[in-house]
Structure formats: C-alpha cells, structure tokens
C-alpha cells in the first residue's frame, strides 16, 4: 500500500474516532461500579469457592520427585 493511501486510512480512523460520543470519566465509572456490585456474587475472583473441589484451578495432586 502506498504511503498517500495509508495516511488516508488514518485520516479517515481519525475522523471516525473524533466523531464518536464522548462520555465524561466521573459517570463511566459510576456505571462500573454499579456493575461490579451487581455482579459480584457470580465472580470467583471476589468471593471464592465454596469448597476446594468446586475450585477448577485447584491442583488436583502434589508434587512428585523422582
């Protein structure tokens, strides 16, 4: 591709990328907050396992010399 068409593509990215719906950074992160609460009960990382063996990363044997 010549240079003059990939600096059109930029262009046009460019323009595309200005032309979007900007929301301010306060109520993005209101809206994950809320998102976050709502959804921590099904994350594993938040509140952990019931039992080990509900746990699929769990090594399922020691380690062995030999």
């Not at 719906?21 to 994350?43: L, Y």
């Amino acid at each position: 591709m010549s240079s003059i068409a990939q600096q059109k593509k930029i262009v046009e990215q460019l323009r595309s990328e200005a032309s979007m719906a900007r929301k301010p950074v306060s109520e993005c992160v209101k809206d994950m907050i809320g998102f976050m609460n709502s959804n921590k009960d099904k994350d594993f990382l938040v509140s952990g396992f019931a039992s080990k063996k509900d746990n699929p990363f769990q090594e399922k044997g020691g380690c062995l010399l030999l």
